[in-house]
């Protein structure tokens, strides 16, 4: 499942993390990169401590934590602290699958990578190219998205940053491990909550809805594991 969210940041919070960015201390991406992937990127990120990329991070998942729609897709467990990564023109990212296992520096905690997204911090019309590629059993999907909005998607997928041509691509990304680790589970639940929530704006807390709430939260007590 790809799932667009829109306006994780506001419009001020995007311009105030821009600006943060845009004073640090950029390096070669490869320091993140596993030994096949390092052959395939070509960009920037910033190191783990920067001190801006810190306060930006706090931002990102704060705003995580109150958005309904992120969590009822993703069912976080663990969120790997996000990273950010800068594009200018030639720079791409060739056609990789991220690392499954990845240990938080900080805390020496794993993080099985169940879901990768993507924040967009630069507009589409800033940059032409880096379009971010993802593959799934339905096809090829391009994702450009406004400055703010996220993408979250399978960190199983096949997926590349297409070359720059004009501009500079901001972004950030990070992965999750899930409560529910298969993702026809976790597709299901969340189909279940949305229609929970729709039944519940149209008429209320129904004894139907109420029965419904029940199914799913027993789903995810059967399903899920913290
Ligand atoms: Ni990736």
Redesign the pocket.
Known sequence: MLLHIPQVLSPAEVVDCRQRLNQAQWLDGRITAGSQ?AKVKHNQQLPNDDEQAVAVRKVILAALEKNDLFFSAALPKRIFPPLFNRYSEGMT?GN???NAMRRITDTGEWVRSDL?ATLFFSDPAEYDGGELVIEDTFGLHEVKLAAGDLILYP?SSL??VEPITRGTRLAS?MWLQSMVKDVGERGLLFDLDTSIRQIRAELGDTPTAVQLTGVYHNLLRKWGEI
């Open positions: 992937s990212f990789h699958v991220d990768s960190s997926h590349r990304f």
